[in-house]
Structure formats: structure tokens, C-alpha cells
């Protein structure tokens, strides 16, 4: 009997050894991130912009994988049940980790309490986007068009559960709009659309539009942030366009799954800082429009988690309000 128990301690402390051993070599092989949109859309350009340079600190590379469907929640779910080694992490965003459990009834994760919250990545404002040739030419006159037409626009997301779905709710109901909701696995193919005419509008996260908006290939109306976006200083934001009711802002974050070593999430929350401190990196986000989050308290595991939190409460209460019927 004694043995038997000597055995099993003895096993279980050489079994801590080795995993504080492998925390302390962490990583000795590649690192996949898993997105859970599309290529090309925010949360995809962040997590390569990102992945690039802590590969770098790390010494091995963060490889993405887009794992796409429903609204993002198709990706996240298959990380939530990923080895908690450090080898699998996630993108997450407003929707997996914010609006997608009041949307869906059997969501299989619990944003605030199954994940490992590793760092604030990036904010990302939120626009009013429609196809270059939209016969409106600012946002009031594109709130009369959409409520009178909007029967016949086809309003491009990323599936219930995204930024796109869940702050486009809050635009139509402010505009009294009743648009076709068009879904997409991202928001990169939504912009791909628009570009080609087939999509009319979308609410759009500002780091997969700005460079089109900039090109004119498509337009914005406004920016729903209090201030003008130094990447966009000719968008008006909402509330000088005349909509202040419509001011919301969205974010991308790195999730690892829940019971990730603590070194193992430490070293990855100082590889991502390490990389937004780089000034390449912060360039390339901050000319997308993505705010870089300033350094301390906003940058570490603790402030996310409880940002997660008070996201998931505030967009329950958001959608409650607005009327939509969890899937
Ligand atoms: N911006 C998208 C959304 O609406 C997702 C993406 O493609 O990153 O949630």
C-alpha cells in the first residue's frame, strides 16, 4: 500500500519536473494560432501582423490556421478543446469573446472562464463601409437611402456571433434599416464583395478597410469612435455625421486554452508585448487604424480577462435590447 503511494507521489513529482522543465525551454516547436475567420479580414491581419514578430522573440514560429464558421465560434471551440501546452493559441475578438454567448443557446465555451487570456492585441474602431458608387453622399443622407431601400441592400457580416452581425444589429436599428444580412466566414470576402458591387454596406472592423477606403475602392460614411482615426482623418466619426447614438468599438485578443502552464501564458503575454513595442509592427497596425494598447496595466493577462468579462455582460444586455432570439 505504502509503495503503491510512494510510486504514484513519486511519479507525480517527476511529472512536475518535467512540465516546469518544458515551461522553461517553451517553445521547442512551432505555435499554431488559430483564427477564426477568414483570410484577410482584422482578425486574420492581426494575427499575422503579431504572429510575425513573436515568432522572433519566441525563436519558433506562430503558424495560422483559419478554422472559419459561425461567426467565429466554430474556430474558437476547436482551440477551447486544444492541449493546453502553449502550442495551440487563439485570435479571438468582440464576437467569439464578447456577443456570441447571447446569440448562441449551446455555446460549448465560456469566454470569461475557459481560456488562458493572454493579451490585448489591438482596437479596433468600427465604420459605416458601402460600395464605392452608394448613391448617398454622407451618412445622413445614408441613413434615409438604407431606410427607405432597405429591402432591396444586401448588408455583408461575418456570421451571428461576429463584430460585423452584432454591431451592424445596433446600425439598423438606429437607422430603422431592414437590410438582407448577407453571411460571410470573415469580413476579408465581405470587402472582396463590396469591392465588386455585390455587397451594399457593412459595419467593419477599421484594420480590414482602411487601406481600401484610402485607395477608394470602397467608402466610409463614419467612424463610430469619439474621436477621428489618425489612419482615416477625412471619416467623420458618428456623432459629427449626426448619428451619436452609434458608437461602439470592437478588439482583437490572444487566447490560450484553459490550463496553459502560467509561465508558459507569461511567456507568450511578453512575446506579444515584445511585438507591440517593435516600431514595425506597431507601424503596420497603427496605419491599418489599429490602437496599439499603451503600455502596463492594458497589456497584461489580468486587465483582458476582466475586460472579457464586462464584454460578455455588456453585449448580453446589448442584444437583449435588441430584440435577437439566441440560436
Ligand atoms: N471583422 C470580422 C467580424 O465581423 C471578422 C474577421 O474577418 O476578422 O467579426
Given at each position: 500500500?505504502?509503495?503503491?503511494?510512494?510510486?504514484t507521489?513519486?511519479?507525480?513529482?517527476a511529472?512536475?519536473?518535467?512540465?516546469?522543465?518544458?515551461a522553461?525551454?517553451?517553445?521547442?516547436?512551432?505555435?499554431?494560432?488559430?483564427?477564426?475567420?477568414?483570410?484577410?479580414?482584422?482578425?486574420?491581419?492581426?494575427?499575422?501582423?503579431?504572429s510575425?514578430?513573436?515568432?522572433?522573440?519566441l525563436?519558433?514560429?506562430?503558424?495560422?490556421?483559419?478554422?472559419v464558421?459561425?461567426?467565429?465560434?466554430?474556430?474558437?471551440?476547436?482551440?477551447?478543446?486544444?492541449?493546453?501546452?502553449?502550442?495551440?493559441?487563439?485570435?479571438?475578438?468582440?464576437?467569439?469573446?464578447?456577443?456570441?454567448?447571447?446569440?448562441?443557446?449551446?455555446?460549448k465555451?465560456?469566454?470569461?472562464?475557459?481560456?488562458?487570456?493572454?493579451?490585448?492585441?489591438?482596437?479596433?474602431?468600427?465604420?459605416?463601409?458601402?460600395?464605392?458608387?452608394?448613391?448617398?453622399?454622407?451618412?445622413?443622407?445614408?441613413?434615409?437611402?438604407?431606410?427607405?431601400?432597405?429591402?432591396?441592400?444586401n448588408?455583408?457580416?461575418?456570421?451571428?456571433?461576429?463584430?460585423?452581425?452584432?454591431?451592424?444589429?445596433?446600425?439598423?436599428v438606429?437607422?430603422?434599416?431592414?437590410?438582407?444580412?448577407?453571411?460571410?466566414?470573415?469580413?476579408?470576402?465581405?470587402?472582396?464583395?463590396?469591392?465588386?458591387?455585390?455587397?451594399?454596406?457593412?459595419?467593419?472592423?477599421?484594420?480590414?478597410?482602411?487601406?481600401?477606403?484610402?485607395?477608394?475602392?470602397?467608402?466610409?460614411?463614419?467612424?463610430?469612435?469619439?474621436?477621428?482615426?489618425?489612419?482615416?482623418?477625412?471619416?467623420?466619426?458618428?456623432?459629427?455625421?449626426?448619428?451619436?447614438e452609434?458608437?461602439?468599438?470592437?478588439w482583437?485578443?490572444?487566447?490560450?486554452?484553459?490550463?496553459?502552464?502560467?509561465?508558459?501564458?507569461?511567456?507568450?503575454?511578453a512575446?506579444?508585448?515584445?511585438?507591440?513595442?517593435?516600431?514595425?509592427?506597431?507601424?503596420?497596425?497603427?496605419?491599418?487604424?489599429?490602437?496599439?494598447p499603451?503600455?502596463?496595466?492594458?497589456?497584461?493577462?489580468?486587465?483582458?480577462?476582466?475586460?472579457?468579462?464586462?464584454?460578455?455582460?455588456?453585449?448580453?444586455?446589448?442584444i437583449q435590447?435588441?430584440?435577437?432570439?439566441?440560436?
Open positions: 500500500m505504502f509503495a503503491k503511494f510512494l510510486k507521489a513519486l511519479l507525480g513529482i511529472a512536475l519536473g518535467i512540465g516546469a522543465v518544458q522553461q525551454n517553451y517553445p521547442t516547436r512551432p505555435i499554431t494560432v488559430i483564427v477564426p475567420f477568414a483570410a484577410g479580414g482584422p482578425t486574420d491581419v492581426i494575427a499575422r501582423i503579431v510575425e514578430h513573436m515568432g522572433k522573440v525563436g519558433q514560429q506562430l503558424i495560422v490556421e483559419n478554422v464558421g459561425a461567426g467565429g465560434t466554430t474556430g474558437i471551440t476547436k482551440a477551447f478543446g486544444a492541449t493546453p501546452d502553449g502550442y495551440t493559441i487563439m485570435m479571438g475578438h468582440m464576437g467569439t469573446h464578447g456577443a456570441a454567448p447571447a446569440l448562441y443557446k449551446n455555446l465555451y465560456k469566454p470569461a472562464s475557459d481560456f488562458e487570456p493572454i493579451g490585448m492585441a489591438a482596437g479596433t474602431p468600427i465604420l459605416v463601409v458601402a460600395r464605392k458608387d452608394f448613391p448617398a453622399k454622407d451618412l445622413k443622407e445614408f441613413v434615409a437611402y438604407i431606410k427607405a431601400n432597405g429591402d432591396k441592400l448588408e455583408g457580416q461575418a456570421g451571428v456571433g461576429s463584430v460585423s452581425f452584432s454591431t451592424c444589429i445596433m446600425f439598423n438606429l437607422a430603422g434599416a431592414k437590410p438582407t444580412r448577407v453571411p460571410y466566414t470573415g469580413t476579408g470576402p465581405v470587402i472582396n464583395d463590396m469591392m465588386a458591387g455585390k455587397i451594399d454596406y457593412a459595419c467593419d472592423q477599421i484594420v480590414s478597410v482602411a487601406s481600401q477606403i484610402q485607395g477608394g475602392s470602397i467608402k466610409a460614411y463614419a467612424i463610430a469612435t469619439e474621436a477621428r482615426s489618425p489612419a482615416l482623418p477625412d471619416i467623420p466619426t458618428t456623432a459629427e455625421a449626426g448619428l451619436p452609434f458608437k461602439v468599438s470592437a482583437n485578443a490572444l487566447f490560450a486554452p484553459k490550463g496553459t502552464p502560467q509561465d508558459v501564458v507569461a511567456k507568450l503575454n512575446a506579444l508585448s515584445t511585438a507591440l513595442n517593435d516600431p514595425a509592427t506597431k507601424k503596420r497596425l497603427e496605419d491599418l487604424g489599429g490602437v496599439v499603451k503600455e502596463g496595466a492594458e497589456r497584461t493577462s489580468k486587465w483582458l480577462g476582466d475586460f472579457v468579462a464586462a464584454e460578455v455582460k455588456k453585449w448580453g444586455e446589448i435590447a435588441g430584440g435577437v432570439v439566441a440560436q
